[in-house]
């Protein structure tokens, strides 16, 4: 692969290099050509007669490589270099644009899949958000049903116990009329808080209407749901809300 002011090497066989400069690169002509550039013996070439693995160690003699594309870009070669100078037949072209092509679809599909990583995390997100309530971060009302129908069934396959407590803030209104819509927020938030915290991490939580929450417990007895129930109640955010 060639930068600007390096030319990387990123996959080598019978050498141990890791970059050089640009000006030392071999395949920096390549870039110039349209496809590939073979070259029987590097000494008689003035283009390459100079260069410093030409002239010094390792002494290459002989080079053909052929260009890697990416989006229109090209990006680098893929080249053999012999230290004898050496013909290439039409077979030995053509299996190195072969090997070329196959590189080429690999970085694509590497690509592509950058590409889907990224779509999956939008889509993940986008989801997530379409699941979520803005105000408390609780599960919406679809979501929350969603979640509800598939613990009945969850249920009806497993005969275990599944439990529903819908709380509701009486008199809610009130809050909007006297304090204002962000102090309702407020105590919206707090309620979601304070329930969040009075029952199980497995248990789901969601903001089922305005002032309406829905919490499913599976595999929970019915009385000590009833018990959660009374904890989500006598939590300790509620007293907060005591002016309602
Ligand atoms: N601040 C705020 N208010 C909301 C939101 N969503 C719904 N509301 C308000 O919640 C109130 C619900 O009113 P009601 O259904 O009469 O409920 P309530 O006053 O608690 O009456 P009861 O349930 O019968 O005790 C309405 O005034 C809605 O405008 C919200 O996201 N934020």
């Not at 390459?48 to 030409?54: I, K, Q, Y």
């Not at 072209?93 to 950058?114: I, N, P, Y």
């Not at 069934?153 to 005969?159: A, E, H």
């Amino acid at each position: 692969m060639i930068d600007e002011q390096h030319q990387w090497f990123k996959s080598m066989d019978g050498a141990d290099l890791l970059s050089t400069t640009r000006s030392a690169a071999l395949c920096a002509h390549a870039l110039l050509e349209d496809s590939y550039l073979i070259c029987p013996d590097l000494q008689q070439d003035p283009r390459f007669s100079d260069n410093p693995f030409v002239t010094g160690p390792p002494y290459l003699r002989a080079y053909a490589s052929c260009l890697l594309k990416s989006r229109g870009h090209n990006i680098g070669t893929l080249c053999i270099a012999d230290t004898t100078p050496r013909p290439f037949s039409q077979a030995d072209v053509t299996a190195l644009r072969d090997l070329t092509a196959w590189a080429q679809t690999e970085l694509l599909l590497t690509q592509l899949s950058d590409a889907q990583m990224r779509l999956m995390s939008e889509l993940d997100q986008a989801q997530r958000a379409a699941q979520t309530d803005a105000l408390t971060g609780l599960w919406n009302q679809g979501a929350i049903q969603d979640i509800y129908q598939r613990a009945f069934q969850r249920r009806s396959r497993r005969r275990m116990p599944l439990s529903l407590l819908m709380i509701d803030i009486d008199h809610f209104k009130r809050v909007n009329d006297t304090r204002g819509h962000s102090a309702g927020d407020d105590v919206l938030q707090q309620v979601a808080a304070s329930i969040g915290q009075a029952i199980r991490s497995q248990d789901a939580l969601g903001r089922s209407g305005g002032e309406e929450f829905l919490v499913v417990i599976e595999d929970c007895s019915h009385q000590q749901c009833a018990g959660h129930g009374h904890t989500c109640i006598a939590t300790s955010a509620w007293p907060a809300l005591g002016w309602l």
